[in-house]
């Protein structure tokens, strides 16, 4: 039963991050042509939910793995980088910076290849895997 119940957490995980990431290009494409229309409707609300179910099911993964997220280093080089993609999001969608909303993007496909990998030096493990 954990098993199946831990299995279920990882696929919403993956669902909210898949999810986060198009919402937020989504939100960066339309901010470029109208910087209010990402600020009505469901895209003022909708990244909000899915980011917060994105961390409660992270929170979920790491307690029911009994895992501690400082003492690996994939997972504290996931938090750290999580909190860089916040830091770029606010200063792309707030400063107007298109750099920090690149930056960010960048960033994102850093943490899938950290959890894909279990490894923060991720290309060493991914050009062993392509080999």
Known sequence: ?????YLLL???????ALTSITLFIWRG????RDPQ?????????LPHLVDTLLLASALG???LGARNPLAEPWLAAKIT?????????????????RWAWYAAVALFAYIV????TKDPLVLPTLSRRLA
């Open 10 to 16: 990882k696929g919403i995980h993956a669902g909210c």
């Open 61 to 63: 993964l790491v307690t």
């Open 113 to 116: 290849a950290v959890a894909v």
């Open 29 to 32: 494409l339309l901010w470029r």
């Open 37 to 45: 229309s990402i600020r009505r409707g469901v895209l003022r609300w």
């Open 81 to 97: 980088a999580l909190l860089g993609y916040i830091g770029l999001g606010l200063v792309a969608f707030r400063g107007g910076r």
């Open 1 to 5: 039963m954990a098993v199946t119940g």
